[in-house]
Nanobody
Framework: QVQLVESGGGLVQTGDSLRLSCAAS????????MGWFRQAPGKDREFVAV????????YYRKSVKGRFTISRDNVKNTVSLEMNGLIPDDTGTYYC?????????????????????WGQGTQVTVST
């Protein structure tokens, strides 16, 4: 079982950048795809980005594509989410998660059930 701890959230203004990090413990990190989800107040948790086990495939929800970049370091057991051009709609609690599979195809309809381990979340607030 992989344990996940997110960090890097904060209060920023529209147009600013943030880098979220997720530290993972456990032997299966390097063989698992990793993802980021977010949950805004009063809304369901939604998929943001995923990276496959090797880092060769990355997929994003449409609204963050071109602004967010997911990356991983399989030596340090970390996965990161670089967020640029932040807007108020990006506000929410961001969660790191371990996927049940090592890789996915493009346009896969990611859901929470595709992930098995979750961190406690880190808050991102974007003001106008």
């Amino acid at each position: 079982q992989v344990q996940l701890v997110e960090s890097g959230g904060g209060l920023v203004q529209t147009g600013d950048s943030l880098r979220l990090s997720c530290a993972a413990s456990g032997r299966t990190f390097s063989t698992s795809a990793m993802g980021w989800f977010r949950q805004a107040p009063g809304k369901d948790r939604e998929f943001v980005a995923v990276i496959n086990w090797s880092g060769s495939n990355r997929y994003y929800r449409k609204s963050v594509k071109g602004r967010f970049t997911i990356s991983r370091d399989n030596v340090k057991n970390t996965v990161s989410l670089e967020m640029n051009g932040l807007i108020p709609d990006d506000t929410g609690t961001y969660y790191c998660a371990t996927a049940r599979s090592p890789d996915y195809y493009s346009d896969y309809p990611f859901a929470e059930s595709d992930f098995k381990s979750w961190g406690q979340g880190t808050q991102v607030t974007v003001s106008t």
